[in-house]
């Protein structure tokens, strides 16, 4: 068996409209061509040859959302899962990304729909634990409810695109 780190989990958040000092996170709805039709999920992706895990999350935020990162954070936390077909174990980073509340959302064909949902119902949607526990602590730091927690803010200007 093999450990491997080759995704990326990135939690889009905005500033909710009807309460700003709560915030919405941004779902999308799998493809059904996709693994794991149908289902709910925050932007997740591969981590390219030559790449960093931030320039990977920071490139999917554009390529399944046309998003653009006001805040850009490393989550502290790690997500895994076994994968028996390769028997692998995957180590995922997680960030966070807040964006503009007025920002577009441009899908593109790995999903058919979105959301922006508050907290309790992203967690409701959520088919993982891991996903479910990254939207809490998230949570948690943005609105201030853990004071202690400190999250890492990485410039978005200072990350570097790989050489082609």
């Not at 805040?71 to 995957?90: C, E, G, M």
């Not at 999903?111 to 998230?138: C, M, P, Y």
Request: hydrophobic share 40%; charged share 25%.
């Amino acid at each position: 068996m093999n450990i491997t780190a080759g995704l990326i989990e990135l939690h889009i958040f905005r500033a909710a409209k009807d309460a700003p000092e709560e915030i919405e996170f941004l779902l999308l709805k799998r493809a059904p061509k996709e693994i794991y039709p149908g289902t709910w999920q925050m932007v997740s992706g591969s981590i390219e040859e030559g790449e960093t895990a931030a320039q990977a999350a920071l490139r999917e935020l554009q390529e399944e959302t046309g998003l653009l990162p006001e805040k850009f954070w490393v989550a502290p936390l790690v997500n895994s899962f076994y994968a028996p077909p390769q028997d692998t174990i995957n180590l995922i980073p997680v960030f966070a990304v807040q964006v503009r509340g007025k920002s577009k959302v441009k899908l593109s064909n790995e999903h058919t729909d979105f959301r922006w949902v508050k907290k309790g119902k992203a967690k409701s949607l959520l088919a993982w634990d891991g996903q479910r526990n990254a939207v809490e602590l998230i949570h948690e730091y943005v609105t201030k409810k853990k004071k202690i927690l400190k999250f890492v803010e990485v410039e978005c200007g200072n990350i570097a695109k790989p050489a082609k």
